[in-house]
C-alpha cells in the first residue's frame, strides 16, 4: 500500500507539473503574430528558406543583373538614355526569370517597386531619380542574394552599388560627397574582401584592394582623371571576380 501510494503521489505532482507547464506556454508554439504593435503595423516578415536551400548556388541571374546594372548606370551617369533603356530592358527581362525561381524572397516586394520607379525615371530622363531607384533596386537584388549562404553575389553587388555611388558624385563634381562615398566604398570592400578570397581570382582581388586605394586618393586629390583611369580598373577586375563566381 505505501508503494501504491508514494506511485499515486508521484504521478499526481507530475500532471500538476505539466499543467502548469503548458498553462505559462513552456510547452506551446511561438505567439501569433499582433496585428498592431506600440507604434504601428508590424514589419511583415518572411520564413527563413530551408536549411539545405540556404546552400544551394545563386542563380546566375543575380549576377547577369550585377552586370547589366553597370550598363544601366553608365547610361543614366552620362545622360545617354538610349544606353540606359536598352540596359533597363535587359534589366527587367533577368528580373522576370530571377522571380521565377526565387519565389518570395526578402527583397523581392522591395525590388519590383525599385525597378518600376527606375523605369519611370529613365523614360522621363531624370539622372537623380534614375541613380537612387537603380541603387535601390540593387540592394533589393543583393538581400535576394544573401539568402545564398555559399555565394559571395550579395557582397558583390553591394560593391557594385559602392562603385557606383562614388562615380556618381565625381561625374557631377561633388567632390565633397564623392569623399564620402569613397570611404564608404573602403569600409565596404574592406568587409567584403575575405569572401572574395579563393584560389583562381586571388590576382584580381589584390589588384582591386590596390585600386580600391587609389580610388581614394584620386578622389580626395579631386583628380577627375586619376579617377577615370582606376575607376576603368576597378571595373575591370570586378567584373572578372564576378564571372569567376557566377554559377558556382
Known amino acids: 500500500m505505501k508503494i501504491f501510494g508514494r506511485f499515486i503521489f508521484v504521478v499526481t505532482i507530475c500532471l500538476l507539473c505539466s499543467t502548469n507547464l503548458l498553462g505559462c506556454g513552456f510547452f506551446s508554439g511561438p505567439a501569433p503574430k499582433p496585428e498592431i504593435g506600440p507604434a504601428g503595423t508590424p514589419v511583415e516578415s518572411k520564413p527563413n528558406p530551408p536549411l539545405l536551400e540556404r546552400f544551394w548556388s545563386a542563380p546566375a541571374e543575380l549576377y547577369d543583373m550585377e552586370a547589366t546594372a553597370g550598363v544601366v ?57 534614375s541613380y537612387e531607384s537603380l541603387n535601390k533596386f540593387m540592394s533589393s537584388v543583393s538581400d535576394i542574394g544573401k539568402s545564398y549562404k555559399l555565394s ?60 580600391v586605394k587609389q580610388i581614394k586618393d584620386a578622389v580626395n586629390a579631386e583628380n577627375k582623371g586619376s579617377f577615370s583611369d582606376q575607376l576603368a580598373s576597378i571595373n575591370e577586375s570586378l567584373g572578372r571576380i564576378r564571372n569567376f563566381f557566377r554559377g558556382r
Open 152 to 211: 559571395p553575389v550579395a557582397d558583390i553587388i553591394t560593391l557594385g552599388n559602392a562603385v557606383r555611388n562614388v562615380s556618381f558624385y565625381v561625374e557631377d563634381k561633388n567632390w565633397r560627397k564623392a569623399a564620402v562615398k569613397v570611404e564608404e566604398l573602403e569600409g565596404t570592400w574592406e568587409q567584403v574582401k575575405p569572401a572574395m578570397e579563393q584560389v583562381g581570382i586571388l590576382g584580381e582581388v589584390t589588384k582591386t584592394h590596390a585600386t
Open 73 to 129: 548606370f553608365e547610361g543614366i551617369n552620362r545622360e545617354d538614355w538610349t544606353k540606359a533603356q536598352l540596359g533597363l530592358s535587359t534589366m527587367q527581362t533577368l528580373w522576370e526569370k530571377t522571380k521565377a525561381i526565387v519565389g518570395e524572397k526578402k527583397g523581392v516586394k522591395e525590388g519590383e517597386a525599385a525597378i518600376q520607379k527606375l523605369s519611370v525615371g529613365i523614360g522621363e530622363k531624370k539622372i537623380t531619380e
